[in-house]
């Protein structure tokens, strides 16, 4: 059985997106790979690393992976559960238009300098918003094509995007918290919790992961548990049901922070989702 299944939902010629599923079972760095083509990645289930040199990026939900043609990489699973991801390519003159200059290596071809950057909660929704209106079909190829330009401009623009920006060994103490809260969403931690597990004091970590991500490890938890509510709520009945499983006390609790999070209730947003793209 093949480890990745990928389901193309939308083929234009400026834009394609396809669905990919990975089911997760290499626990240790993958054999090499190339990518083809540059092309941008939103995980929105599941975590990966992505490894390439000495350097390796955590692919999670807050983050948008920045894959450049030719470029060697390997990736690895150190958390159960495999993920899954929103990938985009882009036309690559389009692409090179749309991404700031500071992000490339040359002014005249889209490759990437990093290999990730922190994306917001706007550019989550529009991720959510995106696959499943092409899974559900009902979102025509103009408006797709406009939702995921939409998408990309708002993940590489300098506002709203955040470079990791910190030394080797903060940035992997960072990692390690990220694979530790990835490994039970649901669960309540505590920083002393956390830090004891990693192997880091409760100041450090939080000194640390500050500046890696440029926001408290406490809400960077929480955005990791809105986004698993953004993969599952279209296919939803009942949200209350929804907001215990991923660990919120109560679904008043949820819809205030989903709704403080998007802009809009988990109901408002499963409507959109399901009818058209907004």
């Known amino acids: 059985m093949s480890e990745f299944t990928v389901q193309p939902l939308l083929q234009t010629p400026l834009v394609a997106a396809h669905d990919v599923h990975c089911r997760g079972e290499c626990r240790h760095r993958s054999a ?22 000495s350097t ?13 043609a030719g470029q060697n990489y390997q990736v690895s699973h150190p ?13 690559q003159p389009l692409l090179r238009e749309l991404a700031p200059t500071d992000l490339l290596q040359r002014r005249d071809e889209p490759v990437f300098h990093g290999q990730s950057l922190r994306i917001d909660e706007r550019a ?24 995921a330009l939409t998408l990309v401009c708002r993940s590489l623009g300098p506002r709203t995007t955040h470079a990791p920006g910190a030394s080797h060994a903060r940035q992997r103490l960072v990692d390690r918290a990220k694979l530790l ?10 920083l002393a919790e956390i830090a004891a597990d990693i192997g880091g004091s409760p100041v450090y970590l939080t000194q640390a992961f ?10 960077y938890h929480l955005r990791l548990r809105l986004a698993h509510a953004l993969d599952r709520i ?21 819809s205030a922070a989903f709704r403080q999070a998007y802009g809009r209730t988990p109901s408002a947003f499963r409507q959109a989702a399901l009818t058209r793209a907004s």
């Open 210 to 219: 500050q500046q890696v991500e440029g926001m408290p490890l406490y809400r």
């Open 234 to 254: 279209a296919d939803c009945e009942d949200v209350a049901a929804l907001a215990l499983d991923l660990g919120f006390s109560s679904h008043s609790h949820f």
């Open 181 to 190: 809260l990835a490994s039970d969403l649901t669960r309540r931690w505590t």
């Open 56 to 68: 390796q990026s955590v692919a999670d939900a807050n983050h948008v992976l920045l894959f450049n």
């Open 32 to 53: 090499e790979e190339c990518a083809a083509a540059t092309h941008l990645v939103f995980p929105y289930r599941g975590l990966f690393l992505r490894h390439v040199g």
């Open 79 to 91: 958390a159960t559960g495999g993920d899954a991801c929103l990938s985009l390519s882009i036309a």
């Open 124 to 147: 989550q929704v529009l991720v959510a918003l995106l696959r499943h209106s092409l899974r559900h079909g009902n979102i025509e190829p103009l408006e797709a094509e406009s939702l």
